[in-house]
């Protein structure tokens, strides 16, 4: 898993940096070593988007629906993890994408969910062609939040605004959608579309 692996490698390179140093006691190289975990654990997604993915515009990065969860639960909560259709058989249509999930044309690769802190669905969404679902969502008129190769669908509005706050992306194609000065806005890979930290109201 690339990010245990992230992980691994960050440790280890900071267990080489105390050995070269050769200097500090044994409490300052505890408090190094902690202050080091710490900080390769908040910047893990950084730290795999800031390797050769300047096309990408830093989108965060999941390999399984499990990573998409472990990303959101830093900035909202995401609990109690379940695939779709057992999501789906206790709940009526609550959480995006029943079907869509099951469509070939929205290159989906696995659909889960989770729920906020107020107990409301968050859609978790791996997609194997990023290009391909913004081709759907521009034809279906959804929008969503979206990293590299995931997409997640809150319900909640304190969900919603939390998230805004990570390096997810609002994928609208909406063609009146107006982004307010100070807020970032770029192509999306779908023409018509686009990517903003702004996420309208």
């Known amino acids: ?17 105390a050995t070269l140093s ?3 006691s044994d409490s300052e190289s505890g408090s190094q070593s902690s202050t080091g975990a710490d900080s390769v654990v908040g910047s893990d997604a950084d730290s795999a988007d800031g390797s050769g993915q300047a096309t ?14 472990s990303y959101l639960n830093r900035y909202t909560p995401c609990q109690d993890v379940t695939t779709g259709d057992e999501y789906d058989t206790g709940n009526d249509g609550d959480a995006w994408g029943t079907d869509e999930s099951e469509d070939p044309a929205w290159g989906i690769e696995e659909r889960a969910v989770c729920a906020d802190g107020s107990g409301g669905p968050i859609a978790l969404l791996t997609v194997s062609d990023m290009k391909k679902f913004q081709t759907a969502a521009k034809a279906s008129g959804d929008e969503f939040l979206v990293g590299e190769d995931f997409a997640v669908v809150p319900v909640g509005d304190e969900a919603i605004r939390d998230l805004q706050q990570s390096d997810l992306r609002f994928l609208s194609c909406d063609a009146d959608l107006t982004v307010p000065s100070g807020f970032e806005k770029e192509p999306a890979l779908v023409d018509g579309c686009v990517l903003t930290n702004y996420v309208p109201e």
């Open 22 to 24: 050769g200097c500090g």
């Open 1 to 17: 898993m690339r990010l245990s692996r992230s992980l691994a490698i960050g440790a280890a390179a900071l267990a080489l940096l």
């Open 56 to 69: 990408t515009g830093g989108l965060p990065q999941a390999s399984d629906t499990a990573a998409v969860a």
